[in-house]
């Protein structure tokens, strides 16, 4: 994959928001008040997946209130420029901590290095940066959650001979290298399984994904068995090929993210399993980072990141996954990460009370 294969090593939609616009203001009510400092947060976009503003934007800004911290919480929209413009307001605007999920590692780490030169502290949040400067990094255990993709799609497909066919994340995302390397070593041990195609999806992009799948199909001539997607936008995007060549539920597609549409196809059968991340966990763990920086202590970390890049080990809170099936569908909603009004929509609702998820 590109520049992305140099950190195999390591261990591991809502609307536009205008740039013009405020941030979300965390305030300063609701905490102890011994933290008095600023947080600026830059999340990458709003089309590669739901979770930046439906989870992890509100848990960011409950957890931030609940330490009574201000926090200023803005979106890139997938653009590099805006990326860097974000964070020269922030910086102006007097932050003491910077939470960043980089759009790609050359970039996100250009801003960190100009936070630093300002005596501003930065965090990576889901993301590493490679040859960045980030004082510390929480994510899930990526390699881990690659893992549990093809756990899953393994449970479906059986040991029967198969197909197999990857779709990758975008290249300039380390996280959709580490995915991709978790996945294969759990296939790749399969002797019944043979790769036949393997692409990264630039942008995490569905358009892009449904073109390269079509492609895929059309030069196996419909000879795949299971498709490793690397997110629910991504596998929602095979759905519809497969739905065109009448094989949709024939073929197990993975999934990430646990978002309602992933799991309404999961409900549905067409597709084969997701991997939830509870974003609250990440966040509640991001910002209590923040505020050890803010006061000047060392913040309680769970394990290292390599970065093959920047030659160095960063001190980071990795989260563990959990897969998603028809069997354990309530466990997203019961755990508040969607709402069931949201997912019980219209044949859903039928479908959502065979799973044991009640509607208020």
Known sequence: MRKGILSLLAVTTAAALSLTACGDDGGDSGGSGEAKGKVGVILPDTASSARWENFDRPYLQQAFKAAGIESDIQNAEGSAQRFQTIADQMLTSGVTVMLITGLDSNSAAAVQRKAQAQGVKTIDYDRLTLGGVADYYVSFDNVKVGATMGEGLQKCLGDKDANIVYLNGSPTDNNATLFAQGAHSVLDKVSTYKKVAEQPVQDWKAEKAATLFEQMWTEQHGKIDGVLAANDNLGNA???????????GKVPVTGQDATPQGLQNIMDGTQC?????????????????????????????????????????????????????KDNVKQVVDD????????????????CEAAGIKVQ
């Open 273 to 325: 399993m997701s991997v939830y991340k509870p974003s609250k966990q990440e966040a509640d763990a991001a910002v209590k980072l923040a505020v050890a920086l803010i006061k000047g202590e060392k913040g309680q970390t769970t394990a290292t990141s390599h970065d093959p890049v920047g030659k160095r080990d960063v001190p980071s809170v990795l989260l563990n996954p959990i897969g998603i099936n």
């Open 336 to 351: 508040g990460a969607v709402k069931a009004a949201d997912l019980c929509k219209g044949a859903y609702a039928a479908k």
């Open 238 to 248: 095979v759905i519809s090929i497969l739905k065109k060549n009448q094989r949709a």
